[in-house]
């Protein structure tokens, strides 16, 4: 129980009862609202996955990765090998850049000085060119990895928010390059933006 206490996982009264501390409150409260929002958006998710018939995923921040915590199949024989689960840097994915473009400076400039390394010939490696697309992002409202994180792969991805206004994660459209050129992940974009906007609402943002 003492190192319990020392990690904030238990609190000690001064009668020496013990009760739940702040660090497993906070941790609770993160798992609850990964579950919430994945509830909120699953709806969402479908109908997007109908409408561009590519596949769908739904991610949060972790440190300097997202997390997909849901994924909605391709209706197309050749779709996308990732997994609820996996993670992929915030740098090079649609999903990441939209999440990044809403954070704070000092944020943005933590995962700068942890590295840009190549992923492909594609990816943004400079931190004047990371900072000045996350620009375009944050104006935009959405944001397009053009095979930067794997080649052969483009996606489309717009932030969530919730009723603080905080970034809480992103969802995405992906599929195979030849299938989603740059014009057409142009023209599916404001789908995108459009539904990343209506969970956030439904999560209590009002921005």
């Known amino acids: 129980m003492t190192t319990l206490e020392e ?5 000690r009264d001064a009668k020496d009862h013990f ?3 702040v660090k497993l409150i906070e941790l609770a409260g993160v798992v609850l609202s990964d579950r919430s929002l994945h509830k909120v958006s699953e709806p969402f998710l479908r109908e997007l996955a109908t409408r561009t018939q590519e596949t769908v ?6 440190g300097d990765e997202v997390v997909y915590i849901a994924k909605i199949e391709s209706s197309h ?13 915030m740098y ?3 999903l990441g850049k939209s999440i990044m473009a809403h954070y704070p400076v000092e944020r943005v400039e933590e995962i700068i000085r942890a590295g ?3 992923r492909t010939p594609h990816t943004i490696t400079s931190p004047a060119g990371l900072r000045a697309e996350l620009e375009r992002v944050r104006a935009q409202g959405y944001a397009i990895d053009d095979q930067e994180n794997e080649l052969g792969v483009r996606c489309v991805g717009a932030p969530i928010f919730d009723y603080t206004g905080k970034v809480i994660g992103a969802i995405s ?3 195979p390059a030849n299938r989603m050129t740059l014009e057409r992940s142009l023209d599916l974009a404001p789908w995108v933006r459009d539904t990343a906007q209506m969970i ?3 999560m209590g943002c009002s921005r």
């Open 7 to 11: 990690l904030a996982v238990v609190e």
């Open 19 to 21: 009760r739940l501390g």
């Open 57 to 62: 995923h739904l991610a949060t921040p972790s």
């Open 77 to 89: 024989t050749v779709g996308m090998t990732s997994r609820i689960g996996a993670r992929v840097p």
């Open 92 to 94: 090079c994915t649609a």
């Open 116 to 118: 840009l390394p190549a």
């Open 173 to 175: 459209v992906s599929g």
């Open 200 to 202: 956030s609402k439904r």
